[in-house]
């Protein structure tokens, strides 16, 4: 196979072991260094960004990988591999929480190599000449990482795709498991901005699917999940006009007793139900123990002026009893949208950003200071749910307001108000109802998450091993604080990219009436089964580990 993929093949080596035979040593010191670093992790065809997860997997690498650089040779590995009856992993930012990316005694596709933007001022998909208009777009390779994307679509173009949030997550999983980013709010998921996608399917095709071409098959890619109906191989995605400012509200709240921080909460939701539920907000309000309320939100389509504006009558409220809290002096910032992906000017603002900080690493690189702390890490425990914008209402608020203060006090719960797309565009809500995502993502006013994890730890490095302990222990503790608020849906609810690894009814909480319809495409293209992720479409009939058909 080697031949037939330009000499791509490359036996993968083992990264810890240098730590193995050498724990205390300087080149283990300076792996575990790296391990901070997401742009070292995403250049390695050996490493994941999460490297394992209490009791669910470890990270360890393929024997052979196939570091892709066309369609032609991931279409070569797959044949190759269903010839020979592999275990197949594919590989683009390597981001899953739940260990998508990896396996061992496995071929890995790697589509790193394929990184190439494109910028179009009108894009019309295969076959839709005549029946789909023209539109902006972006075509995007499967190794592209979401800074490539901004870097080419708005701090050079002036104009905006919607993807992800943290700037190393690969384009093509983002897009396939549906897609979050700030402003999703406003312009929708990434799935949604979908219009094309080139795939190299099971038989080894290379396939064009858009709405025109292999519809099926082009809808399945919109939020079914990554690594299970082929290889992405590149995508085009929808551009929008660019907003004039992007901003950020920060701001922390203590309150002095649990009467006070309860009028508290039930302040916020219904100050964020009738002034926040709307496309120009997104990201976190955090309930934490020590009756402790955090906001880190950001805005697009007002200036700074207009969102003081907006927030000022919360504090007003806030600061008007100052018995009852204190109050850190709240930040609201706004930039040119622009700049907003600029890493040379961020850098220059304290606590914003981190750098690629390896020699020779790009000056424009760079990672939100919020996103450090799950690079590299061990996950603990994970869960998350989608939260109906009707518990918002006032005679169902006391409920919600009962389970924020539960899981907040036992752990902590952030309300990820940009993940859920009430309040949202009739258009962007429209583009999201063709997706294959779980449908109650529309009517969500947000995806509440909480979970637990430790820095960089890999099993049987003297020094670096992870805390299973204290694992097992913070996972108790999150899901008795968890339990009441994942009782509020009436049926499970929660995002596949950012959830719980023993989920236990994947297929509803993940897709829900759109699972059939699924495993449908997925027979008809993956027969058998050689795309496998652990709880995709189609894997109840495979062993845990990817590696025996059971059904």
């Not at 031949?3 to 990264?15: C, D, S, Y």
């Not at 024997?63 to 190759?80: G, N, P, Q, R, W």
């Amino acid at each position: 196979m080697s031949k037939a993929v330009g000499g791509r093949l490359t036996k993968v080596e083992p990264p810890f072991a240098v730590c193995a035979k050498d724990p205390d040593g300087a080149a283990c010191a300076e792996l575990f260094k790296n391990l901070r670093n997401p742009f070292f992790i995403g250049e390695s065809v050996a490493l994941t960004q999460t490297l394992g997860w209490t009791d669910a997997w470890t990270s360890k690498p393929s024997e052979y990988a196939v570091a892709a650089e066309t369609s032609a040779d991931v279409a070569a590995a797959v044949k190759f591999a269903s010839k020979h009856n592999l275990r197949l992993v594919v590989k683009g930012g390597g981001h899953s929480y739940l260990g998508g990316s990896n396996a061992p005694d496995s071929l890995l596709i790697w589509t790193k190599p394929m990184r190439a933007v494109e910028v179009h001022q009108a894009f019309t998909p295969q076959g839709c000449a005549g029946r789909v208009a023209p539109q902006p777009a972006v075509s995007v390779g499967a190794g592209a990482i979401w800074l490539d994307a901004y870097e080419a679509v708005t701090t050079k173009a002036g104009r905006y795709v919607q993807g992800g949030g943290c700037t190393t997550v690969g384009v093509a999983g983002l897009v396939q498991g549906g897609g979050f980013g700030s402003f999703s709010k406003g312009f929708g998921t990434g799935a949604a901005g979908l219009l094309e996608a080139e795939i190299v399917t099971a038989d080894g095709v290379v396939r064009v699917a858009n709405a025109c071409t292999n519809p099926d098959l082009f809808w399945a890619l919109k939020g079914g999940g990554g690594g299970t109906f082929g290889v992405v191989t590149r995508l085009t995605l929808l551009t929008h006009d660019l907003p004039p400012f992007f901003g950020a509200v920060n701001a922390d709240i203590t309150a002095s007793s649990d009467a006070a921080y309860r009028a508290l909460v039930e302040q916020l939701l219904t100050f964020y139900r009738t002034s926040l539920m709307n496309p120009h907000w997104g990201e976190q309000i955090r309930f934490s123990p020590k009756r402790r309320l955090s906001i880190s939100m950001v805005f697009q389509g007002l200036d700074q002026a207009g969102a003081q504006a907006t927030w000022r009558p919360f504090f007003d409220w806030v600061s008007a009893r100052a018995a009852d809290y204190t109050l850190s002096k709240p930040q609201v910032l706004a930039i040119p949208a622009k700049l907003f992906w600029n890493g040379a000017l961020l850098k220059a603002v304290p606590g914003v950003v981190r750098s690629d900080n390896r020699p020779g690493g790009r000056n424009e690189n760079f990672f939100w200071e919020g996103d450090a702390g799950q690079v590299g890490q061990v996950v603990h425990t994970y869960q998350s749910t989608w939260l109906s914008q009707q518990l918002l209402e006032p005679a169902r608020q006391p409920a919600l307001v009962d389970a924020l203060i539960h899981a907040g006090d036992g752990w902590s719960v952030s309300l990820h108000c940009n993940k859920g797309l009430a309040g949202a565009p009739a258009e962007a809500l429209a583009r999201t109802r063709e997706t294959a995502m779980n449908p109650a993502v529309l009517d969500a006013f947000a995806l509440a998450i909480t979970g637990g994890e430790e820095p960089p730890a890999y099993p049987g490095i003297k020094g670096h091993e992870p805390n299973d302990g204290g694992g097992r222990i913070a996972a108790k503790v999150v899901r008795a604080a968890w339990a009441p608020l994942s009782a509020l849906p009436a049926k499970p609810a929660s995002y596949l990219s950012e959830t719980d690894y023993f989920e236990a009814d994947w297929q509803a909480a993940f897709w829900g009436d759109h699972y059939p319809r699924l495993k449908e495409i997925k027979r008809r293209y993956d027969p058998d089964g050689l795309f496998f992720v652990h709880h995709s479409v189609g894997s109840e009939t495979w062993s845990p580990d990817g590696f025996a058909r059971t059904g």
